[in-house]
């Protein structure tokens, strides 16, 4: 299995809120990928990184923010929680990115609950 | 545009019988990637298969069979003599080497039950 931990694994927070979700894998794969998953949505991307500091927007990044200092940790920060944003978030990795077509693997996921 | 379609949203069989489940992908490049994702009770996301398209040829993993036809543009997914831990949401997904920002899309999923 892929070496892929995300923390917290569950979160309860209130509307309005910052919340920060954190992705850590020890695979040293250059690529790291954040995702939703909504019923009848399947998954969706929210961000990527393609290495250190360089990140990307995907189809819903609205309302979400990300970073990352080092190969290991991908951080997904939302900025003022809304209710929308209650949902499953996924973190993935990839050794080269998509270019090559390459398999993602993923965390065992964070679930988040915006009252 | 929807690019990758599950239509089959739930399916229940009985222990032992063989299921098919349905991918119907949409593209305009020659050079691609499909997958197909397992996702148990339990949540975890698990990889089952990675086939690109120039490969066509069936590939076969123990009860587990996926069928790539390009001519109809599927990437279909038989489970056979299936069993109960074979209970979970299964995806399809799509990787196209010249996308925006979507690097893997992925479809609605279907949740197949198998009962004992």
């Known amino acids: 299995d892929a070496g892929i931990t995300q923390s917290p694994r569950h979160k309860v927070t209130e509307t309005g809120t910052p919340v920060t979700l954190r992705c850590h894998q020890t695979?040293?794969?250059?690529?790291m990928y954040w995702y939703r998953q909504d019923p009848g949505h399947g998954l969706r991307l929210i961000h990527y990184?393609?290495?250190?500091?360089?990140?990307d927007k995907g189809e819903v990044s609205d309302g979400y923010s990300v970073s990352r200092s080092k190969t290991e940790d991908f951080l997904l920060t939302l900025e003022s929680a809304t209710s929308s944003q209650t949902s499953v978030y996924f973190c993935?990795?990839?050794?080269?990115?998509?270019?090559?077509?390459?398999?993602?693997?993923f965390g065992p996921g964070t679930r988040l609950l915006v009252l | 545009a929807q690019k990758v379609t599950q239509a089959q949203t739930e399916i229940s069989v009985v222990e032992k019988e063989d299921v098919t489940l349905d991918c119907v992908y949409e593209?305009?490049?020659?050079?691609?990637?499909l997958f197909w994702y397992k996702q148990p009770p339990s949540g975890e996301l698990v990889f089952l298969i990675r086939?690109?398209?120039?490969?066509?040829q069936n590939e076969i993993s123990g009860r587990y069979s996926w069928n790539f036809q390009k001519s109809t543009s599927s990437f279909n997914f038989t489970i056979t003599a299936s069993q109960v831990v074979d209970s979970a949401v299964y995806f399809c997904?799509?990787?196209?080497?010249?996308?925006?920002?979507?690097?893997?899309?992925f479809g609605k999923g279907t949740r197949l039950s198998v009962i004992a």
């Open positions: 997904a799509l990787s196209e080497p010249n996308s925006g920002n979507t690097p893997l899309v």
């Open positions: 993935a990795i990839s050794e080269t990115g998509q270019g090559a077509g390459e398999t993602q693997y």
């Open positions: 990184s393609y290495g250190v500091k360089d990140t």
């Open positions: 086939r690109n398209s120039f490969d066509e």
């Open positions: 695979e040293n794969h250059r690529y």
């Open positions: 593209t305009r490049d020659t050079t691609y990637y």
